[in-house]
């Protein structure tokens, strides 16, 4: 067993609550087990969609003898939250849920999840988990520019007060504000997507404030994916460290998964939520280091439990013992959902590549957008890029090596030739939450 | 003598050089001299203003990437083999154009040209010294108070 009680610092006490980050694999599995033959047996009982996808299949919760046999389980899908809205797969009676979450979908009814206490105090614990696990203690200050309401984000990391860290609940939008509040508060954490701290980087640089000289020391970014290269621009614009955080409201909100001051992947925590990897085409299961779909199980939620939830989120998973000493598995970069994935004239190509080549060119913007046609059966890609005060210049010839070396960046990466097309500064779409990247046009 | 350029990336889309003349305008800031130079994807604009600081402000907080230059403003005999001689010297002095454009007033026989060279000081040091009127600003912008 890792250092249980000292960080790996050796001197900074560890979280009580990170305790069960350390457990040897055995017993984390025994735990499992246990956990999910429970959870099985309240989703069979409580929840007739399920109850009926195992009867087709033959198989009840008494099958389930050890973690293998979970691959004998029907998967949920993102539909099942739709087609039984708003309370169809709640396990628990209203009189025990105390919150309501839900998530916008991009097109029709929200999906609705509910949370009774007890799985208040599961997203306390894993959000204590995960800012423990990059160094964050009592007596941080937390910006949560995450968007409140029913959206996760917010109250998701407003969590973090349950581990007495001073919480300011933001929000989203009025960045001029924020920039005050993070001049003034004596800030030493942010959280909010990673695409709205660059938003901020650049607001502040307009007024000419130097992050590097505020205390602040972290950034939590979530919500969308993002790219190592993003990472590196932020860390070095702004001189915090840069921290993925994983979830999704279907499980639980943010939380699901953190990375630790390794920052190589996100540590599961994995008495609360059983990863799998499975072949996204078939199904199957995939051992540890195989590349595919994420598929998660809620070992502890109670209003609604999740068996074996698709998540499209592509990744692997990672067994090795951390350099952190955490036992937990690790789902590396989630590189892109597999439902942001583009077909162009055959060719898979992931908004994060586009963005990783961007950021290969000197000084690029991230904000981009993609726009896919059609024109006389062949798709044809266009990258819409803002350009940024730096790349001004009074000649055609160096606008045009900039365009150059941002096609040839995007070639080089994803195979295909795209046209890409400046932009003036704040030209394109963007809200103060998740960057819209994509327009598919065919 | 040097003289201030700026110069506006521009998207290519309608109404872009419109937004642009007519913010300047609604600050009563003077266009002296406009020259556009574009592609199928997107165009530079460089003007000549008196007061390029404060036009240099306004573009930027109207959300402009606006770019700085130093140019020089060199008379031309307006007669045949004019423009040949300029060039002559400038070569040889072994400094290179970027680009040039003709400003709009005149200086009695003689056109107004606006240089943007590699290296604005040796042209300007060649040009003089063969004789030829290299502008002041206080010149230049005489005609457009
Ligand atoms: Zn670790």
Not at chain 1, 1 to 15: I, K, Q, R, V
Not at chain 1, 162 to 175: F, K, R
Not at chain 1, 276 to 282: A, I, N
Not at chain 2, 84 to 106: C, H, P, Q
Request: include cysteine.
């Amino acid at each position: 067993m890792a250092n249980f009680e000292f960080w790996n610092d050796g001197n900074t006490p560890l979280h009580p609550a990170s305790a069960p980050d350390f457990v040897p694999r055995p017993q984390m599995e025994q735990m499992q087990l246990h956990r999910l033959q429970v959870m099985v047996r309240r989703a069979y009982e409580n929840v007739p969609l399920f109850r009926g996808r195992c009867e087709e299949r033959k198989v009840t919760p008494d099958d389930v003898k050890s973690l293998a046999d979970i691959a004998r389980l029907p998967f949920s899908v993102k539909s099942d939250l739709r087609d039984t809205y708003p309370y169809g797969l709640f396990a628990s009676p209203l009189d025990d849920v105390v919150r309501i979450h839900a998530s916008s979908g991009t097109t029709g009814k929200p999906i609705v999840v509910g949370y009774t206490k007890g799985d208040l105090e599961v997203w306390e614990n894993v959000i204590t988990r995960s800012l423990a696990a990059i160094g964050v203690r009592r007596g941080d200050v937390l910006h949560n520019a995450y968007g409140y309401g029913m959206f996760t984000g917010g109250l998701g990391l407003h969590n973090a007060q349950a581990m007495g860290v001073t919480v300011i609940p933001v929000g989203g939008g009025n960045t001029e504000r924020q920039i005050m509040l993070l001049r003034d508060l004596g800030i030493t954490v942010i959280s909010c997507t990673p695409s709205y701290f660059l938003h901020i980087l650049d607001e502040a640089a307009k007024v000419g404030l130097d992050f590097h000289s505020l205390p602040l020391k972290y950034g939590i970014f979530g919500a969308e994916p993002w790219t190592e290269e993003m990472r590196q621009r932020i860390e070095e614009a702004s001189g915090i460290k840069a921290y993925d955080i994983y979830g999704l409201t279907e499980i639980i909100g943010p939380g699901v998964a953190m990375e630790c001051t390794a920052q190589s992947g996100m540590h599961i925590f994995e008495d609360h939520f059983y990863p799998e990897v499975v072949d996204p085409e078939t199904g199957e299961v995939l051992p540890d280091g195989e590349t595919g779909e994420l598929i998660l199980t809620t070992l502890s939620k109670a209003a609604t439990p999740m068996i074996r939830y698709r998540t499209r989120d592509i990744t692997w998973l990672n067994r090795e013992v951390c350099a952190c000493g955490r036992t937990l598995r690790r789902i590396m970069r989630v590189s892109a959902r597999s439902d942001d994935m583009l077909i162009i004239r055959g060719v898979n190509v992931f908004p994060s590549q586009i963005e990783a080549a961007l950021m290969q060119v000197d000084a690029a913007a991230p904000h981009y957008q993609i726009i896919v046609t059609r024109e006389n059966d062949l798709d044809r890609m266009e990258i819409e890029v803002e350009i940024r005060p730096e790349h001004a210049s009074d000649e055609i010839k160096q606008m045009e090596a900039l365009r150059l070396r941002m096609s040839q960046a995007i070639e080089r990466i994803t195979n295909i030739r795209a046209k890409v097309t400046l932009v003036q500064p704040n030209s394109l779409a963007r809200s103060e939450g998740k960057a819209k990247r994509v327009k598919d046009l065919r | 003598m040097k003289i201030e350029q700026i110069s506006i990336f521009l998207e290519n889309k309608p109404g872009r050089l419109n937004e642009i003349c007519r913010t300047l305008a609604d600050n009563k800031l003077n266009i002296v001299t406009l020259s556009l130079a574009d592609t199928q994807q997107f165009g530079i604009v460089r003007l000549i203003i008196k007061d390029w600081v404060r036009a240099q402000q306004v573009l930027e907080a109207n959300g402009y990437v606006v770019n700085v230059r130093q140019v020089v403003a060199a008379t031309v005999p307006d007669r045949p083999g004019g423009m040949v001689e300029v060039l002559d010297i400038i070569s040889s002095a072994g400094v290179n154009i970027e680009y040039m454009y003709a400003f709009t007033s005149r200086r009695g026989t003689a056109a107004v040209v606006i240089f943007r060279f590699d290296d604005p000081d040796k042209a300007v040091a060649a040009l003089t010294t063969a004789g030829h009127d290299v502008l002041h600003p206080v010149e230049l912008f005489k005609d457009s108070e």
